[in-house]
């Protein structure tokens, strides 16, 4: 069965860092591109950023940007997310999705990230 | 890149049909046929139903179908059952930085 497993959410300090982790399993990584999606709190769903096939090739959205990097490695299987400069507005559970064409067809169950002092 | 427009909560008895609306702008659903439908249970991750607009992946019930129309998507269940209680959020391929938006997410109830 094709699954994602996210790690490395937890409780961080404004402006700390933190890096996520998605494992995969059951499918060939290298073949797709990979997305992050986050829900805040009592909130709706938000696109994150995404990274190619080889990781040329990544986007964020604005409210990330600067801040997080996507990133992966095609031998280990994994899709990782580094976030710097953490923010309350950061706090959210955290998925990885596979991404084929414009959509997201496959997600993991999610790590959270909480962002106070 | 503001999100697209949903109805907070639509509900339904089961067997009718309910029809979730998804609004944006010329910049991403009136400009891609790139609309993506998803069904979110409480502690689940989300579950992909419809791509590019109006498909069906594997193993989704027909009783999902989706449409556009300019810068409008929808999404109809029919047959509404038990099951289909869950949040469904829209989302959209779209043009500037934050390349895709998704909506702001309906609660559907069935009565």
């Known amino acids: 069965e094709v699954q994602l497993l996210e790690s490395g959410g937890g409780l961080v300090q404004p402006g700390g860092s933190l890096r996520l982790s998605c494992a995969v399993s059951?499918?060939?990584?290298?073949?797709?591109?990979m997305t992050w999606v986050r829900q805040a709190p009592g909130k709706g769903l938000e696109w994150v950023s995404a990274?190619?096939?080889?990781?040329?090739?990544?986007y964020y959205a604005d409210s990330v940007k600067g801040r997080f990097t996507i990133s992966r490695d095609n031998f280990e299987n994994t899709l990782y997310l580094q976030m710097n400069g953490l923010r309350g507005e950061d706090t959210a559970l955290y998925y990885c999705?596979?991404?084929?064409?414009?959509?997201?067809?496959?997600w993991g169950q999610g790590t959270m990230v909480t962002v106070s002092s | 890149q503001s999100a697209l427009t949903q109805p907070a909560s639509v509900s339904g008895s089961p067997g009718q049909s309910i029809t979730i609306s998804c609004s944006g702008t010329?910049?991403?659903?009136?400009?891609?046929?790139?609309v993506s439908w998803y069904q979110h249970h409480p502690g689940k991750g989300p579950k992909l139903l419809i791509y590019?607009?109006?498909n069906r992946p594997s193993g989704v019930s027909n009783r999902f179908s989706g449409s556009k129309s300019g810068n409008t998507a929808s999404l109809t269940i029919s047959g509404l059952q038990a099951e289909d209680e869950a949040d469904y959020y829209c989302?959209?391929?779209?043009?500037?930085?934050?390349?895709?938006?998704f909506g702001t997410g309906t609660k559907v109830t069935v009565l």
């Open positions: 999705a596979r991404k084929s064409y414009h959509n997201f067809d496959i």
């Open positions: 990274i190619s096939t080889s990781g040329d090739r990544t």
């Open positions: 590019d607009v109006s």
């Open positions: 059951e499918f060939t990584f290298s073949s797709y591109a």
């Open positions: 010329s910049s991403d659903i009136g400009y891609y046929n790139s």
């Open positions: 989302c959209s391929h779209a043009n500037g930085i934050t390349i895709y938006v």
